[in-house]
């Protein structure tokens, strides 16, 4: 079955510092994959998309994503992280099943960023 | 953009009323929106797939008659919460996806529901 996994729970980086959010997936075919963020309170922002094309990817709030066929990874890189990245980081792939496209969420990172 | 607006983003209500959440696309047309709940310090749960014209699919183990789902609009859907109880309480999201059947298109995401029941 379809799943995607983020290992880490908890991560927590001095503002700065570089970042990085690992997710791994278990899909057959090629993934449409995606990376949000949750500020408390609130809905999901898209950070940034795969599904084709350059295996790097970048986003807003500059983000960047890696896809690793080989890993079966989509890990979520900043090189200099901001008090304001501070938030809930989800990855999610989408998964065909009746008739529409759903997605399979991780169960999230939780990002905490020391002044 | 793409925008979702979802309301109220808050609500408290006493054990055994009913609640209506509303997910609106500003700006575009939804045929398909989404329903998750999330509960504290977790992942977001599907919990149904809202149609318009049609009936909702819900996910295994989401009650239908508990979660009412209307999708009358192709700009709005609505999730009844009937005869909610304390363990009813819960953040419920909404999102909506512009083009459908496009699996590289995002979804798009409503800022979210706090249900508290009293």
């Known amino acids: 079955a379809q799943s995607v996994t983020q290992p880490d729970i908890h991560i927590t980086v001095s503002e700065g510092a570089s970042l990085e959010l690992r997710c791994n997936y278990s899909?057959?075919?090629?993934?449409?994959l995606f990376w949000y963020v949750q500020s408390p309170g609130q809905g999901l922002q898209l950070l940034l998309k795969?599904?084709?094309?350059?295996?790097l990817v970048q986003g807003i709030k500059g983000f960047e994503a890696e896809f690793k066929r080989s890993q079966s990874s989509f890990n979520l890189r900043k090189p200099s992280v901001h008090w304001s990245d501070a938030a809930e980081y989800f990855c999610?792939?989408?998964?065909?099943?009746?008739?529409?496209?759903?997605?399979?969420f991780g169960t999230g990172t939780r990002l905490k960023v020391l002044a | 953009g793409a925008v979702v607006s979802q309301h109220p983003s808050w609500v408290i209500c006493k054990s055994g009323t009913s609640v209506k959440i509303e997910c609106r696309s500003l700006?575009?047309?939804?045929?398909?929106m989404f329903w998750y709940r999330q509960f504290p310090k977790q992942s977001l749960m599907l919990m149904a797939t809202?149609?318009?014209?049609?009936?909702?699919?819900?996910e295994q183990g989401v009650e239908k008659d508990k979660f009412l789902i209307n999708h009358a609009s192709l700009t709005l859907s609505t999730l009844t919460v009937t005869s909610a109880h304390p363990e009813d309480s819960s953040f419920y999201i909404c999102?909506?996806?512009?083009?459908?059947?496009?699996?590289?298109?995002?979804?798009?995401f409503g800022d979210g529901t706090r249900l508290s029941i009293l």
């Open positions: 999102s909506a996806r512009d083009q459908p059947g496009q699996p590289n298109q995002p979804q798009h």
């Open positions: 899909y057959g075919a090629t993934p449409y």
């Open positions: 795969y599904f084709s094309g350059d295996t």
């Open positions: 999610a792939v989408v998964l065909r099943a009746s008739g529409t496209y759903k997605y399979i």
């Open positions: 700006d575009f047309q939804a045929t398909t």
């Open positions: 809202s149609n318009e014209g049609s009936k909702a699919t819900y």
